[in-house]
């Protein structure tokens, strides 16, 4: 199995998409930080294992000596020279084109819709679990002339109360489903329940945003998967009670308008007749499920015995 997976990582490096994580913000990060992103790294290392598409992953800023190089030397052990990874001490901007990378940041206005395996996403390895840096890695960005965008969380999920933060391996997983998929419904099932209240309906979607990217494919797919679930009733199932439906039953027996299209007046006469026969026998406090439906017998009754009435006469 593992010389599978070596197979399968190897030939990632050769054909499969790229993902860059920087790996330069040692200086904004305390110890167990860094120790805790090294830790995601691990579960990265994984995802990408058992993914069906291997990413080739590149960890770049590695300087020696570094604290990051450091903690996954020691976490990592032996392995950490065997792996399918290219480690390397220089930025991303230095390693790919510029016009070829994207800078994945929270901060960022532009919102990611589709993956472009020919395109590098760069990811910060940046964990701030004191205080919630903002503008870090989008400075970065902007400060090389590095197109960036964001995930499309707040898009598709309703988020409770707190930071869009995800973790290494979240967004690992995130970016590997969208380009299996290109569905981002399928891809944020990898964010936890626990940091959002579930997705959007289409109708709770920012209109603003819609009209910038209505025609986007996955956005159409994920509108007709809400239109599905709503017309099968499992978004809501309305319920009627049995009083309820005994009043609409009799009051719709009440409301009963015989067909006029013909415009015979022998017929009109007769509805006429009709109406005023249930208007005046109908008693609210006896009504019962029954009821109605015995007075109309009787009033038919009642009708065909006044055949020779002023209302039956040509």
């Known amino acids: 199995m593992l010389a599978h997976d070596n197979w399968r990582l190897a030939s990632a490096m050769t054909f499969?998409?790229?993902?860059?994580?920087?790996?330069?913000?040692?200086?904004?990060m305390a110890r167990p930080e860094?120790?805790?992103?090294?830790?995601?790294?691990?579960?990265?290392?994984?995802?990408?294992?058992?993914?069906?598409?291997?990413?080739?992953?590149h960890w770049t800023g590695l300087k020696d000596g570094s604290a990051t190089l450091?903690?996954?030397?020691?976490?990592?052990?032996?392995?950490?020279?065997?792996?399918?990874?290219?480690?390397?001490?220089?930025?991303?901007?230095?390693?790919?084109?510029?016009?070829?990378?994207?800078?994945?940041?929270?901060?960022?206005?532009?919102?990611?819709?589709t993956f472009d395996a020919d395109k590098v996403y760069v990811v910060g390895g940046l964990v701030d679990a004191r205080t919630i840096q903002t503008g870090i890695t989008l400075g970065k960005a902007k400060r090389y002339n590095i197109n960036h965008a964001r995930l499309p969380l707040d898009l598709y999920l309703q988020?409770?109360?707190?930071?869009?933060?995800?973790?290494?391996?979240?967004?690992?997983?995130i970016l590997h489903t969208m380009h299996e998929t290109q569905d981002w419904t399928e891809a944020?099932?990898?964010?936890?329940?626990?940091?959002?209240?579930g997705f959007k309906m289409a109708r709770q979607i920012n209109k603003k945003v819609l009209e910038e990217i209505n025609t986007r494919p996955e956005l159409e797919k994920y509108y007709q998967r809400q239109k599905e679930a709503i017309h099968k009733?499992?978004?809501?199932?309305?319920?009627?009670?049995?009083?309820?439906a005994r009043f609409s039953f009799s009051r719709a027996k009440r409301e009963f308008k015989w067909?006029?299209?013909?415009?015979?007046?022998?017929?009109?006469?007769e509805t006429s007749y009709f109406n005023e026969e249930m208007e005046e026998d109908y008693d609210p406090t006896s009504d019962t499920l029954f009821s109605s439906s015995e007075k109309?017998?009787?009033?038919?009754?009642?009708?065909?015995?006044?055949?020779?009435?002023?209302?039956?006469?040509?």
């Open 159 to 173: 988020w409770e109360t707190g930071a869009k933060t995800l973790t290494l391996d979240q967004v690992a997983r």
């Open 34 to 57: 860094i120790i805790s992103m090294v830790s995601q790294l691990t579960h990265v290392l994984n995802a990408n294992k058992t993914a069906a598409d291997p990413f080739y992953m």
């Open 296 to 314: 109309v017998e009787s009033n038919q009754q009642n009708r065909r015995g006044k055949k020779g009435s002023k209302w039956f006469q040509t």
């Open 188 to 197: 944020l099932k990898n964010v936890p329940m626990r940091k959002h209240g």
């Open 16 to 28: 499969g998409p790229q993902i860059a994580f920087d790996f330069s913000f040692d200086d904004q």
């Open 259 to 269: 067909d006029l299209s013909d415009s015979d007046v022998k017929k009109t006469q």
């Open 70 to 113: 450091t903690e996954m030397r020691r976490m990592i052990g032996g392995h950490f020279e065997n792996l399918m990874v290219n480690v390397t001490d220089q930025d991303a901007m230095d390693v790919f084109p510029r016009d070829k990378l994207i800078y994945l940041t929270a901060d960022s206005a532009n919102i990611m819709h």
């Open 233 to 244: 009733g499992r978004e809501r199932k309305e319920t009627v009670s049995r009083d309820n």
